[in-house]
């Protein structure tokens, strides 16, 4: 079993920026980040393996999202810039074999919101 707890949302204008933050209690072999928007289904939106720290983005995010871990702490953050509107959602932090589902274990989410 693997605790996760999400902390770093809020609200933030178009055009603006907000880092994420995960703190887990053990690990798997990947971290995640996923985001379900309003009238919208679960999005997968990146990804890091613990080993090694290859990361993996959704298309509509790259080059503006950035994923890391910190091996010595058991933490991970997503990176946000330049953010959308389209990107309010609740933000979910995953701990799982693969890089996108099914992930085994899931945070809390955080609410992350930008005003156009």
């Known amino acids: 079993q693997v605790q996760l707890v999400e902390s770093g949302g809020g609200l933030v204008q178009d055009g603006g920026s907000l880092r994420l933050s995960c703190a887990a209690s053990?690990?798997?072999?990947?971290m995640g980040w996923f985001r379900r928007g309003p009238w919208k289904e679960r999005e997968f939106v990146a990804s890091?393996?613990?080993?090694?720290?290859?990361?993996y983005y959704a298309n509509s995010v790259k080059g503006r999202f950035t994923i890391s871990r910190d091996n010595a702490k058991n933490t991970g953050s997503l990176e946000m810039n330049n953010l959308k509107p389209e990107a309010t959602a609740v933000y979910y932090c995953?701990?799982?074999?693969?890089?996108?589902?099914?992930?085994?274990?899931w945070g809390q989410g955080t609410q992350v919101t930008v005003s156009s």
């Open positions: 995953t701990a799982g074999r693969v890089r996108e589902l099914p992930a085994d274990f």
């Open positions: 053990g690990r798997s072999a990947y």
């Open positions: 890091v393996r613990w080993s090694g720290g290859s990361t």
